[in-house]
């Protein structure tokens, strides 16, 4: 399965304008396909860590690749809870 999902960042501003106040997430897209169907725990796991390595060479600022960086260790918690 290649590029079974894309990750993106998003985030506001909370309280002023500045953007030290920034709250950034990671949201996904499941792409288009018939494998989307038949794909377990695991998979979509492994595929959300794949797509966050990719996200992560195109950050923009120091926030957003934290941001990343904390989505991917939750990512990999997830697996391990899993027992992979």
């Keep these: 399965m290649s590029s079974l999902i894309v990750a993106k960042t998003y ?3 909370v309280g002023e304008r500045d953007s030290s ?3 950034i997430k ?3 897209f499941i792409l288009e396909s018939y494998e989307t ?3 377990d725990k695991k998979s979509i796991i492994v595929a959300q ?3 966050c390595d990719k996200l992560l060479k195109y950050a923009a600022d120091e926030k957003e690749k934290e941001a990343i960086v904390r989505e ?3 990512l990999k918690t997830a697996l391990n809870i899993l027992g992979v």
């Design 72 to 74: 991917i260790r939750e």
């Design 11 to 13: 985030g506001c501003n």
């Design 26 to 28: 990671v949201a996904y």
């Design 21 to 23: 106040n920034r709250r």
């Design 37 to 39: 169907f038949c794909i």
């Design 49 to 51: 860590l794949d797509a």
